[in-house]
């Protein structure tokens, strides 16, 4: 919609192509998803720094992975990386 505006180009790939493009991005937000429930209300923040209250998660996904939200952002922007066809 805002493409135009700014001079972005859009590609149209073939169906399997375009699946297999955004396979990951579904995958980073399983994947933040899944962290975001495994934190819960007590300690999900938008912030850094934890609530006072909070206490270390180790169980679900927090048991494989440290992190696992800000992987799962950068695995969701690895869409934006993919080349067109220009």
């Known amino acids: 919609m805002l493409a135009p505006v700014f001079g972005v180009r859009s590609a ?7 699946v297999a493009a ?7 937000l399983g994947i933040v998803a899944t962290a975001s429930v ?3 209300e007590r300690n999900l923040s938008p ?3 934890p609530k006072e209250e909070a206490a270390l998660v180790e169980h679900g996904i927090f048991s494989i992975v440290r ?3 800000y992987g799962g952002v950068s695995l ?6 993919w080349p067109s066809r220009e």
Not at 12 to 18: E, F, I, N
């Open 67 to 69: 992190h696992p939200i």
């Open 22 to 28: 955004g396979l990951p991005a579904m995958a980073g």
């Open 76 to 81: 969701s922007s690895m869409r934006s990386a």
């Open 12 to 18: 149209t790939w073939p169906g399997a192509v375009a």
């Open 47 to 49: 912030f850094p720094k």
């Open 38 to 40: 495994a934190l819960g």
